[in-house]
């Protein structure tokens, strides 16, 4: 990949651009001076196109796409062209309540995204956004194994996962199918290097236009229910937290090194989040990101009262 100074005017493909991390990606990547493609499901969507499109350097660097991860060659346009693509999108809407919801989007679609970048030919590096959930230090019968540490060699039961037809079940079992795939293809790929991270619950600051899945279970102590986060604690022995501009930060690094290979940076961010492991942890944290983000920016997320 270029060197730090040999990245301006480089371009690259973010997948799930509309989202909660692949928008706050977009804007950090037109910040530094790539040119950036990014994918969409719907770019008629004006909702999750404008802010997009009045990101400073947008109008000369950003073009939108239309691809579903379902579709076969959805992506071919997208990243013609491009050196390296942040594979971002992954179903994250845990309405939805069958298996395929999740787990058909997230295999078959990082499958998809990886066969346009070999046929591409121009795509050096993926970098592919997986999630702690596929590093979930659990035995094939759901107990925590303790006293274990999570890196790369760790993968969550997918046997156990798929026993509880549950969203958050079929969500961890999504990410653990589709980081393994990944890597698979990138082994099998002469061509170009994939490299996943693993970030744990992400908060902070966002330019969507509603209010971030994730940023409203994290509230959720204050406001709610804490089922959901009590069951990912359950799995993941913790609540993993990390900021999302660390998020960025490591996936434009990933980009960036000169010598990256497999899930290196799946052992970083989740390093990252054990610094945050205990429930005193994660108030001090709530409390200063409810300070330096949610509270200044109420009025970006009017469906905040949702929560
Ligand atoms: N937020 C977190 O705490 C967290 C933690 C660890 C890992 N992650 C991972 O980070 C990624 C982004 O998450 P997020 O928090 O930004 O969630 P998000 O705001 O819900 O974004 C998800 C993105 O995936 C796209 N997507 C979903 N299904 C798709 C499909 N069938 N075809 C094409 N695009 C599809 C959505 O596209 P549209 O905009 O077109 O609907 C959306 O842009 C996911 O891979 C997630 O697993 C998130």
């Known amino acids: 990949m270029q060197s730090h100074e040999g990245r301006v005017g480089m371009k690259v493909c973010v997948t799930g651009a509309g989202g909660y991390i692949g928008s706050w990606l977009v804007k950090n990547l037109l910040q530094r001076g790539y040119t950036v493609n990014a994918t969409l499901r719907n770019p008629k969507n004006e909702a999750k196109t404008g802010p997009l499109l009045s990101l400073p350097g947008a109008a000369e660097r950003l073009k939108i796409f239309q691809a579903d991860l379902c579709e076969e060659g959805a992506f071919d346009s997208a990243v013609e062209g491009c050196e390296g693509v942040f594979h971002v999108a992954s179903p994250m809407d845990f309405s939805k309540l069958s298996e395929d919801d999740y787990v058909q989007p997230a295999l078959k679609g990082v499958l998809n995204v990886l066969k346009s970048c070999s046929r591409a030919k121009s795509v050096r590096r993926v970098v592919h956004t997986s999630s702690t959930a596929a590093a979930c230090p659990l035995n094939e019968e759901g107990e925590l194994i303790s006293g274990s540490t ?3 060699s ?3 039961p997918v ?4 026993r509880k037809q549950d969203p958050f079940n079929f969500y961890y079992l999504s990410k653990t199918l589709a980081e393994k795939a990944a890597i698979e293809y990138g082994l099998n790929s002469g061509e170009m290097e994939v490299v996943t991270i693993g970030p744990g619950y992400v908060a902070g600051p966002g330019i969507t236009s509603t209010f971030p899945v994730t940023c409203g279970e994290i509230l959720r102590p204050i406001t ?3 089922e959901p986060l009590k069951l990912n604690e359950s799995f993941l022995g913790s609540i993993p937290l990390v ?3 660390d998020v960025c930060e490591a996936h434009i690094f990933l980009m960036e090194q000169p010598n990256v290979q497999g899930a290196l940076m799946k052992m970083i961010i989740v390093f990252l989040c054990q610094l945050l492991l205990r429930n005193f942890w994660i108030w001090g944290f ?3 990101m409810l300070l330096k983000t949610f509270l200044i920016r109420l009025s970006n997320w009017p469906n905040l009262v949702d929560y």
Not at 159 to 162: E, L, N, Q, T, V
């Open 243 to 245: 900021h999302i501009d």
């Open 150 to 152: 999570l890196d790369e």
């Open 224 to 226: 709610g229910s804490s």
């Open 159 to 162: 046997d156990f996962m798929r």
């Open 286 to 288: 709530l409390i200063s």
């Open 154 to 156: 760790r993968w969550t």
